[in-house]
């Protein structure tokens, strides 16, 4: 596994294995890595040939410095996973590499509207941030397919439809959320929990499984469903940020008869702020 760390030398390995027809997956993160990463990069060794992972802590996604500052970095013990993980190549850029013009001079690229709700409500230009840096990945990289986690449902909407809507050459893959025993979405933002927190934590889970399940079972009243969902949050002591549901397709509020949703929550338990969703698929709702 070799560790580059600019552009020329990233853009020249790519080249190699492309005049061999080697295909290539691009798994974009920020580090920390965990086993929902390694999920990610098992699925790309499935897809491709050749897997990048990409390490850089985007400051253009974060809306609030502090926690920019303090997001955990741990290259080192990221390195030393992913070597267990047959990965070609770390792409571990520098912050000129990837905004030469700097940040505050940087173009951006903005999908309108989806990045605008839910997460993108409480963080003000967290999505134009993510898809920025994800379309200078792919220029840069130009994989034929990238994989991300459901885990960030919203996310990767906006990324397919950013994709989508410029025509980008790469397929967007996505893995199921993976998750503690105890249903706890894994996240580098849990070890920012006490161990008491901790142990309340997968509450959030079984809000959303509750949800999921009453939908299942044929309720259709959402904004009721939503409002208990908070309610069970601040009862274990949260601080709900929203809890919703939404239509899987485009996360607009459902009109009562669509197939398929999903059910999106954030919120704060002490200094973390989690988030997780749950899809629902319902056979048919006639
Ligand atoms: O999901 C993440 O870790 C980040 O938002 C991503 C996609 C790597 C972009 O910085």
């Known amino acids: 596994m070799r560790v580059l760390r600019t552009v020329a030398a990233v853009r ?18 920020m580090g920390n890595l965990h086993r929902g990463h390694l999920a990610l990069v098992e699925r790309a060794a499935q897809l491709a040939d050749r897997v990048i992972v990409s390490i850089f802590v985007n ?16 290259f080192e013990k990221d390195q ?10 770390v792409f571990a850029p520098s912050l000129e590499d990837i905004y ?4 505050e001079n940087a173009t951006h690229v903005e999908v ?31 994989p034929q397919v990238a994989v991300f986690g459901e885990k960030d449902y919203q996310q990767l909407l906006i990324i ?5 809507d410029l025509l980008m050459p790469v397929e967007v893959e996505s893995i199921a959320t993976v998750r503690d025993k105890d249903g706890l979405a894994l996240s580098s933002r849990n070890s920012y929990l006490t161990k008491e ?9 079984g809000a959303l499984s509750h949800a999921a399940e009453t939908i299942k079972e044929g309720w259709r009243n959402f904004s009721i469903l939503e409002e208990e969902g908070r309610q069970r949050l601040v ?52």
């Open 235 to 286: 009862t274990a002591g949260f601080c709900p940020d929203y809890f919703h549901i939404r239509r899987a397709e485009d996360l607009a509020e459902p009109g009562g008869r669509e197939n398929n949703l999903v059910v999106l929550a954030a919120a704060y338990l002490g200094k973390a702020r989690l988030i997780d969703n749950m899809q629902v698929q319902l056979k048919s709702v006639d």
């Open 59 to 74: 400051p253009l996604q974060f809306n609030d410095r502090d926690d920019y500052s303090r997001y955990p970095r741990t």
């Open 112 to 142: 309108p509207g989806l990045s605008d709700i839910l997460e993108g409500a409480s963080r003000l230009g967290h999505f134009r941030g993510v898809t920025t840096v994800v379309a200078v990945l792919f220029n840069i990289i130009q």
């Open 160 to 164: 397919r439809r950013m994709v989508a």
């Open 100 to 103: 030469p013009q700097r940040l």
């Open 197 to 205: 927190e901790r142990a309340r934590a997968p509450i959030l889970f």
């Open 80 to 89: 030393q996973y992913l070597d267990e993980y047959g990965v070609a190549v």
């Open 12 to 29: 020249s390995a790519v080249e190699g294995w492309r005049a061999s027809h080697e295909r290539v997956a691009l798994v974009p993160t």
